[in-house]
Nanobody, 121 residues
Framework: VQLVESGGGLVQTGGSLRLSCASSLFTFGDYAIGWFRQSPGKEREGVSCISSTDGSTTYADSVKGRFTMSSDSANHMVYLQMNDLRPEDTAVYYC???????????????WGQGTQVTVSS
């Protein structure tokens, strides 16, 4: 197993969750780790991404100001702190990794199994 997510669950509107992703993949060079989510009937969408090249982090407009992605390179972990959760954040959340910069989901080669996040109204 190369990417393992954890931390999903059920939370009320306005609540918080912290997702974790353990990676045993790239430890050097230029790579990107992203968080994506997918809800039933919808395409997988990017939530956030960190590029190893410069440590920059990008966010989807829908989560800016509410979600924070961070990384612990020494321990090969990435996190997604999700605050002020809304029902529309309900989805399966995946972490993914690729060689190269942050980009769209289809370009990521390695995926975790996903963790369910459910926000009740």
């Amino acid at each position: 197993v190369q990417l393992v997510e954890s931390g999903g669950g059920l939370v009320q509107t306005g609540g918080s969750l912290r997702l974790s992703c353990a990676s045993s993949l790239f430890t050097f060079g230029d790579y990107a780790i992203g968080w994506f989510r997918q809800s039933p009937g919808k395409e997988r969408e990017g939530v956030s991404c960190i590029s190893s090249t410069d440590g920059s982090t990008t966010y989807a407009d829908s989560v800016k100001g509410r979600f924070t992605m961070s990384s612990d390179s020494a321990n090969h972990m990435v996190y997604l702190q999700m605050n002020d959760l809304r029902p529309e954040d309900t989805a399966v959340y995946y972490c993914a990794e690729r060689i190269g910069p942050c980009t769209v989901a289809v370009e990521f080669d390695y995926w975790g199994q996903g963790t369910q996040v459910t926000v009740s109204s």
